[in-house]
């Protein structure tokens, strides 16, 4: 059995049949054709499938589809504006953070989600907003240090407004 449902995602709606039991990633990934969201462990352990629900991260390989209807869903696709980079996006380059990349989506989004409701996180509350995000390549640092610079990258936007 099947059922017709309709997903927000990055401000667009998409109107998709799914089985019940198909997780969000499968349908963002499979179906939306969304693939910045990784699939890694597809069990709730490495974090690359991390995405926003009404600005909460989430495993969305844990989560069903059917229950993220009438949400607000952000993938990595969302965060640029145009062509500019969310500043966390931009602080991963800057600071060097990714190495194969397999995790640095995931990584963003739970910076992401912390940086939304801490614009002043220290270093601990980077290490545990990130606790749930592994990464087999970087050791970390660079990952910390660029949600860091990101903070940092926000402030300094919110100051040159007008
Ligand atoms: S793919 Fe979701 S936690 Fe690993
Ligand atoms: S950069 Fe390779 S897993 Fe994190």
Redesign the pocket.
């Known amino acids: 059995m099947k059922t017709a449902i309709t997903l927000r995602v990055n401000g667009d709606a998409y109107d998709v049949v799914v089985p019940p039991q198909r997780t969000l990633?499968e349908v963002l990934r499979d179906k939306l054709l969304l693939t910045g969201s990784?699939?890694?462990?597809?069990?709730?352990?490495?974090?690359?499938?991390?995405v926003l629900i009404d600005g909460e991260a989430v495993?969305?390989?844990?989560t069903l589809a059917v229950e993220a209807q009438e949400r607000d869903i952000t993938t990595i696709e969302g965060l640029a504006d145009g062509d500019v980079l969310h500043p966390l996006q931009e602080a991963f380059i800057r600071a060097w953070a990714t190495q194969c990349g397999f995790c640095t989506p995931?990584m963003i989004m739970s910076g992401v989600a912390l940086l939304e409701k801490n614009p002043t996180p220290s270093l601990d509350d980077v290490r545990r907003a990130l606790g749930?995000n592994l990464c087999r390549c970087t050791g970390y640092v660079k990952i910390f240090d660029a949600v860091i610079l990101a903070a940092q990258m926000q402030r300094e936007r919110a100051a040159a407004q007008p």
Not at 59 to 62: F, N, P, Q
């Open positions: 990633l990784k699939q890694g462990c597809d069990k709730g352990d490495c974090g690359c499938c991390t495993l969305s390989c844990l995931g749930s």
